[in-house]
């Protein structure tokens, strides 16, 4: 059935919470494990049903947010999701303190009790309230970042249409870029800081309440890390300033020196190579065709899934009016469907796209055999495993899609990966330091911002961009409102990609082995765990970081760039 096709009615949250509670009293009543278990299922259906009435209004509500029937289908979900985490915790409850909680961890894994553990410690009825006025600020914050509206060359244009304005040759064209997009961010600055700040203290607010000392601690819980803490994070990140940086800082002088300036600034960073960046050929359609052969000849399983993708029309790729910017990969229970979402503009990230969320979507078409929702998605830095390594594993299809730009769009695409970690470091150091000091001003936060870039991104200079040189930049990343904390899953996973680009130079038919073996494992272990399936190094133990990065910097060295 295609998606177009996919039946959407709204679900009655009353009912269902009526429902649970018949259920679960029949649950604590249960006399054996095979009763218990029934009445547990029973409740996974209507869980996944619930789930998928929630992706589709997700996913029409993200296509068109000025369809007015599925912006109050999305404000529905909103304003009543707290009252499903109500009913999710009860079950969590339950289970925990079942006389059959052994048998269950014999027939689901350990994993599924410890989410139920940490699940447990993200809510009671007292955060309701705050719950629903997090969801209503995410949505003004997405709404607000999906108005931006610029006249450009004489045309209107939204955030994604400006992005291959970043990308020309013309310098003074993206020097311009850089201000029409940031001095829209400028006149908007007292909206985007009045979100977060009242984003903050309702997140500081519901931590106090649940009893911990700040939002942190109930963030990870949110995220269900179960097997590492702020401080593996923070030793972590220490790594990268170590090993990470001074390679990324010699990058950035080979870009320089490539493009011929004297002077990198911030807005020839994406700009990688005299005469323009490689773009893939082609229309949407053309590149849907280049990546349908691509994945048919990597592999069956994932010819298998790709054409599954294709006749279902479960990608909706085109950047378009009221679209929201960006792109994700979301998964539809009830019709086993992973749908990809995004908008191509003609650059290189239109290929990112095709493989990236593609690796999100093929994991869990892999795993949709699990029968627990929560299981089919690992937790979000393993997520990201998947996604990124498939961008590797893509390389020698890589010709479809650039021609004789392939070498060039290879090295742009290993590089600005290796370069993207200090990035998404400075993103988590950021969120630890305002939720550390949830009182803080706006103006203190943005000075705060200042600081750990000229940590972790020394050569970054705004050329006087005052919006972005008194601290403004993150502002515009989305993850710092709508996900907390969710942003150096992005950098981990990256480390973990980075290994498999050195398996698939090594022997690709073990190395895909090891990956689809992840893939089928879905999310039935944490971090951790999955990274061991997988014949991985743990990137918070000392010396694998430099280990990782001592192959990907050598393997770049010895690319000469400039004759690219």
Known sequence: MKFKDFKYERP?????????????????????????????????????????????????????TEDEFYNSEKDYFDENSPK???????????????????????KYGEHVLNLAEVGLKTFNEDIIEELKEENKLNSKYVKLLGSV?????????????MRPFMLVPDRSKR??????????????????????DQLVKVRDKMAKKLGYDNFIELAYY???????????????????????????????????ERINLDKLYYYDEDYSFEGGNPKPEGSTEEKVNKAQKMYKELSKE??????????????????KKGKTPGGYCTFIFDYDSPF??????????????????????????????????????????????????????????????YGEQTEKAKFMH?????????????????????????????????????????????????????????????????????????????????ICAFQFFKKFNEDRKIAWEDYLRLCKAGGSKPFTGLINIANLKNPFKDGSLKETIDFVESYLNKINDKTL
């Open 12 to 64: 009655d949250i009353d009912s269902i919470k009526e429902y649970s509670v018949d259920l679960f009293e029949k649950l604590k009543k249960a006399k054996s494990f095979e009763e218990f278990d029934d009445y547990y299922r029973n409740f996974i259906k209507k869980e996944k049903n619930l789930l998928t009435m929630e992706s589709i209004a997700s996913i029409r509500y993200t296509i068109d």
């Open 84 to 106: 499903i985490q109500q009913i999710e915790n009860e079950l969590q409850k339950i289970i925990l303190n079942s006389n059959f909680k052994e048998e269950f961890k014999e």
């Open 149 to 161: 509206k610029v006249n450009f060359e004489g045309q209107e244009r939204n955030l994604s249409q």
């Open 175 to 196: 020097k311009e870029a850089m201000k029409t997009i940031f001095g829209w961010f400028d006149e908007h600055q007292n909206e985007f800081d009045d979100i977060y």
């Open 222 to 256: 949110r995220l269900s890390r179960t097997d590492y803490n702020a401080e593996d994070v923070a030793n972590y990140r220490k790594q990268v300033e170590e090993f990470v940086v001074p390679v990324a800082s010699e990058l950035r002088k080979r870009q320089k």
């Open 302 to 319: 994932t010819e298998e899934f790709f054409n599954f993708m294709v006749e279902n029309e479960l990608m909706d790729l085109d950047s």
């Open 340 to 401: 990809i979402f995004s908008n191509f503009n003609g650059t290189s990230g239109d290929v990112d796209v095709l493989t990236h969320e593609a690796g999100h979507a093929f994991q869990s078409y892999q795993s949709r055999h699990i029968e627990l929702p929560e299981l089919l998605f690992p937790t979000l830095e393993s997520a990201e495993i998947h996604s990124m390594s498939m961008e590797f594993i893509t390389y020698p299809w890589w010709d479809l899609f």
């Open 414 to 494: 290993l590089s600005e990966a290796l370069l993207f970690i200090p990035y998404g470091v400075s993103v988590d150091e950021f969120q630890h330091w305002v939720y550390e000091n949830p009182e803080a001003t706006p103006e203190s936060r943005r000075k705060k911002w200042s600081e750990i870039e000229k940590k972790y991104l020394p050569e970054r200079d705004y050329d006087g961009v005052d919006y972005l040189v008194n601290g403004g930049f993150w502002q515009k990343q989305s993850h710092i409102y709508e996900s907390p904390f969710y942003y150096i899953d992005y950098t981990l996973a990256q």
